[in-house]
């Protein structure tokens, strides 16, 4: 039930589009899909205006909430898709909103967004759930080249990505996306939303970009103090990072503190020590 040539209008259905082109979702590519035009609309919206911003979507499927990012007036959106069935099944919005859509045949870990869209960039996905997180420690490292990010994560994630010290859930992916964006969350998402439903519920989640990082630091070092901490987050500092050689208590930090107690800022200022440390 194809769309009419450059009619937004009549798009079918996408219940229609799932049964016409046979996409049963796949659990290798942690697909689900989402038929409720209302929710895809309130994701899009998440992001603000839409006006004049290039899209990023990573992995469209049927193509809900691609319709909805150019509902809302996106100037162009790029939909990477791993899935050759949905490639074909995209083409009816294609037609229906020509020269704003290219749907790219590939792997989402492998694309570069600064040479995947031109700038003002934007990210705004239903991200498939077995390369979340990866693809969001992808974008961190290439945060200059984001304007924003919408994106809906396992809650689980999501969580973690807004947790603050004190909390269980703060950890490294707490540290690295917090110094590096504002982190808020939007709203929840109940598994029902999707097809199939998946074992957890869901949530939208806005990363905008920092102007600076919260504090001074260098990724790689950043990266190696939070892996030792909360690589053992059970035990003080003192044992935990003992092995990279620091002086706690020149850096005005108690040593018997566990990494969940630590700020951002603390982390970076540790990061920093062991960058003028030389220690490798």
Same mark, same amino acid.
Not at 13 to 25: E, N, S, W
């Given at each position: 039930?194809?769309?009419?040539?450059?009619?937004?209008?009549?798009?079918?259905?996408?219940?229609?589009?799932i049964?016409?082109?046979?996409?049963?979702?796949?659990?290798?590519?942690?697909?689900?899909f989402?038929?409720?035009?209302?929710?895809?609309?309130?994701?899009?919206? !998440?992001?603000?205006?839409?006006?004049? !911003?290039?899209?990023?979507?990573?992995?469209?499927?049927?193509?809900?909430?691609?319709?909805?990012?150019?509902?809302?007036?996106?100037?162009?959106?790029?939909?990477?898709?791993k899935?050759?069935?949905?490639?074909?099944?995209?083409?009816?919005?294609?037609?229906?909103?020509?020269?704003?859509?290219?749907?790219?045949?590939?792997d989402?870990?492998?694309?570069?967004?600064a040479?995947a869209?031109?700038?003002?960039?934007?990210?705004?996905?239903?991200?498939?759930?077995?390369?979340?997180? /990866?693809?969001?420690?992808?974008?961190?490292?290439?945060?200059d080249?984001?304007?924003?990010?919408?994106?809906?994560?396992?809650?689980?994630?999501?969580?973690?990505?807004?947790a603050?010290?004190?909390?269980?859930?703060?950890?490294?992916?707490?540290?690295?996306?917090?110094?590096?964006?504002?982190?808020?969350?939007?709203?929840?998402?109940?598994?029902? !939303?999707?097809? /199939? /439903?998946?074992?957890?519920?869901?949530?939208?989640?806005?990363?905008?970009?920092? /102007?600076?990082?919260?504090?001074?630091?260098?990724?790689?070092?950043?990266?190696?103090?939070?892996?030792?901490?909360?690589?053992? #987050?059970?035990?003080?500092? #003192?044992?935990?990072l003992?092995?990279?050689?620091i002086?706690?208590?020149?850096?005005?930090?108690?040593?018997?503190? #566990?990494?969940?107690?630590?700020?951002?800022?603390?982390f970076c200022?540790?990061?920093?020590?062991?960058?003028?440390?030389?220690?490798?």
């Amino acid at each position: 039930m194809p769309a009419s040539k450059n009619d937004p209008a009549s798009l079918p259905p996408l219940r229609d589009i799932i049964k016409d082109f046979d996409l049963v979702a796949r659990k290798s590519l942690g697909q689900h899909f989402i038929f409720d035009t209302n929710l895809c609309g309130r994701i899009a919206r !998440a992001a603000g205006s839409l006006e004049g !911003a290039n899209v990023i979507e990573i992995g469209p499927g049927p193509g809900g909430l691609t319709r909805a990012i150019l509902a809302e007036g996106a100037a162009h959106v790029w939909a990477i898709e791993k899935d050759h069935r949905c490639i074909e099944a995209l083409g009816y919005l294609v037609e229906a909103y020509p020269g704003r859509l290219d749907v790219v045949e590939g792997d989402a870990l492998k694309i570069d967004p600064a040479a995947a869209a031109p700038t003002p960039r934007m990210i705004i996905s239903n991200l498939p759930y077995n390369i979340s997180t /990866p693809l969001l420690i992808k974008w961190l490292k290439q945060i200059d080249d984001i304007e924003l990010m919408v994106i809906m994560l396992q809650k689980e994630v999501a969580d973690r990505l807004a947790a603050k010290p004190g909390s269980k859930l703060y950890g490294r992916l707490s540290v690295i996306t917090q110094w590096l964006t504002e982190v808020s969350t939007a709203f929840g998402v109940d598994r029902r !939303a999707f097809t /199939p /439903p998946p074992k957890v519920t869901s949530s939208v989640v806005v990363l905008k970009p920092r /102007p600076e990082p919260l504090a001074p630091a260098r990724w790689e070092y950043l990266e190696k103090v939070t892996a030792a901490a909360f690589g053992q #987050r059970r035990k003080m500092l #003192r044992s935990a990072l003992k092995p990279l050689n620091i002086d706690l208590v020149s850096l005005s930090i108690d040593p018997t503190r #566990r990494a969940e107690e630590l700020s951002v800022e603390e982390f970076c200022k540790i990061a920093r020590a062991l960058e003028t440390s030389g220690t490798k």
